[in-house]
């Protein structure tokens, strides 16, 4: 089962930030959490993951509470583009094994 | 570096029948995963392989299986093909599948089961 509780859906307007939540209150201590994105039917594209400090790359930060337990993920400027299904996942052991849950669909609007 | 290739994306197939599913994994990765995604259900982990190594495997009939390669390149099989296989085959590759390894995923084999 998924370890994590998203919002079904939220909408953005271009340019502003898009901040999406994730709830993942068992998540363990070496437990990673990561975020993909998938923009319609194609596969899951890797944004970022982090374990208990806050992280940036290019492409979105992300915010992890210091408990632990939810985590958000922020795209800064978001585009038209960014429009996707966006899954908190987390990682559990030294697997590829992913457990995705149902995901988030970020609608941006001009 | 060329990202995860799969072959073929398209393909048709009826009842009963068996397809082969191929991924190529990013050059120097030694995991593969597959992930299997329907409207119903999601995206679904299929099976795992590493250094030939099957080292897990999701919640699927015996129909679906796996193998891969000493050059890390994969395929998977379904046999005995059934309507509620057509689905989304995604494939991922990561070094090494350890817990901070990120795994990259491939376009996707669209299977259609008639």
């Known amino acids: 089962d998924a370890k994590t509780t998203q919002p079904p859906s939220m909408d953005c307007a271009e340019g502003r930030a898009a901040n999406l939540p994730c709830n993942h209150s068992?998540?363990?201590?070496?437990?990673?959490v990561y975020w993909y994105r998938q923009i319609h039917s194609q596969g899951p594209q890797y944004i970022i993951h982090?374990?208990?400090n806050n992280e940036t790359n290019e492409m979105a930060s992300l915010i992890i509470t210091e408990d632990r337990k939810s985590s958000t993920l922020i795209l800064p400027h978001a585009t038209l583009r960014d429009t996707a299904v966006y899954y908190c996942?987390?990682?559990?052991?030294?697997?590829?094994?992913?457990?995705f849950g149902t995901g988030t669909r970020l609608q941006v609007f001009p | 570096k060329a990202g995860v290739t799969q072959t073929p994306r398209y393909l048709i197939k009826t009842r009963g029948q068996q397809v082969t599913l191929s991924c190529s994994p990013i050059?120097?990765?030694?995991?593969v995963s597959w992930y299997q995604q329907t409207p119903g259900q999601g995206l679904q982990f299929l099976f795992e392989?590493?250094?030939?190594?099957?080292?897990n495997k999701g919640n699927f009939p015996g129909r679906f299986s796996g193998r891969q390669f000493s050059n890390s390149r994969s395929e998977m099989n379904v046999s005995t093909l059934e309507l509620g296989d057509s689905a989304l085959y995604l494939c991922?590759?990561?070094?090494?599948?350890?817990?901070?390894?990120?795994?990259?995923f491939g376009p996707g084999t669209r299977l259609t089961v008639l």
């Open positions: 050059s120097g990765h030694r995991s």
């Open positions: 982090g374990l208990k």
């Open positions: 996942i987390v990682r559990v052991g030294d697997t590829d094994k992913l457990i």
């Open positions: 068992t998540i363990s201590g070496n437990e990673y």
């Open positions: 991922a590759s990561s070094p090494s599948g350890y817990r901070t390894d990120t795994q990259y």
């Open positions: 392989y590493f250094s030939e190594t099957q080292r």
